[in-house]
């Protein structure tokens, strides 16, 4: 479960426009906005070394915003990323209330080897996001799931993912989010031909004399 402890310090974003946020991501600043239901959006400065090091060792969904004194519980909505700079350039979080449900994404992962991939087969994921509906504390990291028992040509379908206590989830619980395929030579093979009957010998009569 996500831990809402994950805290990070932001300061309140007061200078605005293209050159301010090129200063601030500059000066080792990720611009960020937090959006509330029902109220205004605000805008803060995030630390960028502290940045990573709270998403590298908790990948969390949640986070809690400190701003001196005051604490805002949010959810990482979206990360805006230049992949040609290398560096992240803009986060947006919404707020949440830690005593109502919330709907998010969560990753699904794959535990152990598949007894089909063992021999041979190609474990495939066909549902990388499963969405999840619980409270903000509830909310996991990932979803995993235990695919060693997959053998080949077999599946694994949302109705069989074991959830944390408090969380459920709505997706068709026949979505299938593992299968282990079949390798190309076994996939292309032809079908063997059954045997063909041998023809009945039809006996001719004699001619009668």
């Not at 990070?8 to 200063?23: L, M, T």
């Not at 803009?90 to 699904?108: G, L, R, S, T, Y």
Request: glycine share 6%; aromatic share 4%.
């Amino acid at each position: 479960m996500s831990n809402v402890s994950n805290e990070i310090a932001v300061q309140e974003r007061k200078d605005f426009g293209k050159n301010a946020s090129r200063r601030a991501r500059k000066a080792g600043q990720i611009p960020a906005s937090v959006y509330s239901k029902g109220k205004e959006s605000k805008s803060f400065l995030v630390d960028a070394d502290a940045w990573k090091v709270l998403t590298g060792h908790h990948g969390s969904h949640m986070v809690t915003l400190k701003n001196g004194d005051a604490e805002i519980h949010a959810l990482i909505k979206e990360v805006q990323f230049n992949y040609l700079k290398n560096y992240v350039y803009h986060i947006d979080f919404q707020e949440v209330d830690m005593d109502k449900e919330i709907v998010a994404a969560v990753p699904v992962h794959a535990h152990g080897e598949s007894v089909g991939a063992a021999h041979g087969g190609i474990l495939e994921q066909e549902l990388h996001e499963l969405e999840v509906i619980c409270r903000p504390a509830d909310l996991p990291e990932a979803v995993t799931a235990d695919v060693t028992k997959l053998d080949k040509g077999e599946h694994l379908c949302v109705k069989d993912l074991v959830l944390p206590q408090g969380v459920r989830t709505e997706v068709d619980g026949e979505t299938i989010v593992f299968h282990v395929g079949l390798p190309k030579e076994e996939a292309e093979a032809p079908a063997e031909e059954a045997p063909a009957e041998p023809e009945a010998i039809k006996e001719k009569k004699a001619d009668e004399k």
